[in-house]
Nanobody, 114 residues
Framework: QVQLVESGGGLVQPGGSLRLSCVAN????????MHWYRQAPGKQRELVAA???????DYGDSVKGRFTIARDNDKNTVYLEMNSLKPEDTAVYYC????????WGQGTQVTVSS
């Protein structure tokens, strides 16, 4: 059974930083692409960052230069380092992978506000 568990969200002031973590169980983690998505109230879920099995990365235009995705295959964990946070980054952040079907974590709330 595939399970993704996110952590690390919270309240941060504009310009601040947070690091999200997602632990994956039930898959051979090192073989799979991993993604971070986010969904703000009233908006569609959007792709924030992706990392391939080989470690290549890609980012949504709105977070390029501010966010970094990384993976630790020994810990079955994918990270999202978020810097220079803006109020428009406020959303629920989800970890995702696809193994025959799509799998999502439960989400972690990130709120950027003064």
């Amino acid at each position: 059974q595939v399970q993704l568990v996110e952590s690390g969200g919270g309240l941060v002031q504009p310009g601040g930083s947070l690091r999200l973590s997602c632990v994956a169980n039930g898959i051979i983690f090192r073989l799979y692409f991993m993604h971070w998505y986010r969904q703000a109230p009233g908006k569609q879920r959007e792709l924030v960052a992706a990392i391939t099995a080989g470690g290549s990365t890609d980012y949504g235009d709105s977070v390029k230069g501010r966010f970094t995705i990384a993976r630790d295959n020994d810990k079955n964990t994918v990270y999202l380092e978020m810097n220079s946070l803006k109020p428009e980054d406020t959303a629920v952040y989800y970890c995702h992978t696809k193994f025959i079907s799509d799998y999502w974590g439960q989400g972690t709330q990130v709120t950027v506000s003064s």
